[in-house]
């Protein structure tokens, strides 16, 4: 049986029954929570093929920006739940939890699989040079609200600056995205031609629009329940709201993606593999949490609330500085072993340690 049909099944029999434990309260919120976290993950996996299929059928360059579309969608999805109902703070663990998952546990997974079969994995540097770039500018687009709040500007005033601060911030990192999406697909192209070969499409474009749309229904109603229930497992487990973003949301948001790359770097494709973790993490820190600043704004107009800003912790952004240095250190050679794999999954765990114990 394809794996698409396998997620298919999985995602219809665990949406039935995500749907019996929401409306009969069988075990809870806590069984509720990850019950949809679980449903979330096929539902996902099914939302990443059909962007895929419909990118092969459209061609690179509107492929590239439905990937850029549509690539994070579980992520802003389920984030927007969690703005919705105020949870602020769980929305920035989970962005930072992409970040450093995308670059340290799925690279370093990916490392560690590809480095086993093959003794050296070489990739086209340029492609990382650039999205390392790109990331090192969002990481002081997060320094700069960051900066001005720690240095001792924490009056009622200061605040509403902090969120002014986060709009020019996120306006400048969504125009720079899409400036690399220009560079990288349109007018420098060719530096970032892969040797993998062309795919045809395993689905018809019908087809993948419908997967499409009842997929991103699927993950919006799966998220719902995901959030609606994250205040009983926080009392219940006590779990910390950012520990559970940073890990838990971040996880399964990205789970399609891992296994992706996983599979890419056990082919020995480790530029396509590299290209899945380093581009979405891009995605996340120039794109989705940019975007997600606008969109609680949107909904600030309406509720009477404030809005998000881009204000991260001190530790929030030395995890993803520290994982951006390391993965673009690692990279500067060319090539990839299963022993840096080892590395990055060994820094992931402990900064999954330090994440637990903060309150």
């Known amino acids: 049986m394809k ?3 396998i997620m298919l099944y999985a995602s219809i029999v665990m949406v039935i029954i995500s749907f019996i434990f929401k409306f009969t309260h069988i075990g809870g919120g806590v069984t509720l929570f990850f019950v949809a976290a679980v449903t979330i993950i096929p539902l996902a996996g099914l939302l990443g093929k059909a962007t895929e299929e419909i990118a092969i059928t459209k061609g690179p360059a509107i492929g590239g920006l439905l990937n850029a579309t549509f690539g994070n969608a579980t992520e802003l999805i389920i984030a927007g739940m969690a703005l919705y109902r105020g949870y602020f703070d769980v929305v920035k663990a989970s962005l930072t939890g992409s970040i450093i998952g995308n670059l340290l546990l799925v690279l370093g997974l990916s490392m560690l699989a590809g480095g086993i079969k093959y003794k050296r994995m070489q990739f086209n540097t340029q492609m990382s040079n650039m999205n390392s770039s790109m990331l090192m500018l969002a990481i002081l687009g997060l320094l700069v609200p960051a900066v001005y709040y720690y240095s001792g500007h924490t009056g009622k005033q200061d605040i509403f600056i902090i969120e002014e601060l986060s709009i020019g911030v996120a306006a400048v990192l969504i125009i720079i995205y899409i400036a690399g999406l220009v560079f990288s697909l349109h007018t420098h192209k060719d530096i970032f031609h892969s040797k993998d070969e062309v795919e045809e499409p395993e689905w018809s474009q ?4 419908i997967v499409l749309v009842a997929a991103t229904i699927g993950v919006a109603l799966e998220s ?3 959030i609606g229930s994250l205040e009983h497992v926080v009392k219940s487990l006590g779990w910390s709201e950012i520990f559970i973003g940073v890990i838990i949301v971040a996880i399964i948001g990205n789970a399609a993606e891992h296994g992706v790359a996983v599979v890419m770097a056990m082919k020995n494709k480790i530029d396509l593999s590299l290209n899945v973790s380093l581009s979405s993490s891009t995605q996340i820190a120039l794109f989705v949490a ?3 600043v606008f969109v609680s704004l949107i909904f600030s107009c309406f509720n009477g609330k404030p809005a998000m800003d881009l204000l991260f912790s001190p530790f929030e952004i030395l995890a993803i500085f520290g ?3 390391t993965v673009s250190f690692m990279a500067g050679d060319g090539e990839f ?7 990055l999954l060994g820094v992931y765990i402990i900064m999954g340690v330090v994440f637990f114990f903060i309150k």
């Open 290 to 292: 940019p975007v997600l």
């Open 224 to 226: 719902e329940f995901l």
């Open 337 to 343: 072993n299963w022993f840096e794999g080892a590395q």
């Open 3 to 5: 794996s698409d049909k």
């Open 206 to 209: 019908k087809k993948s629009m």
């Open 323 to 325: 994982s951006v240095y």
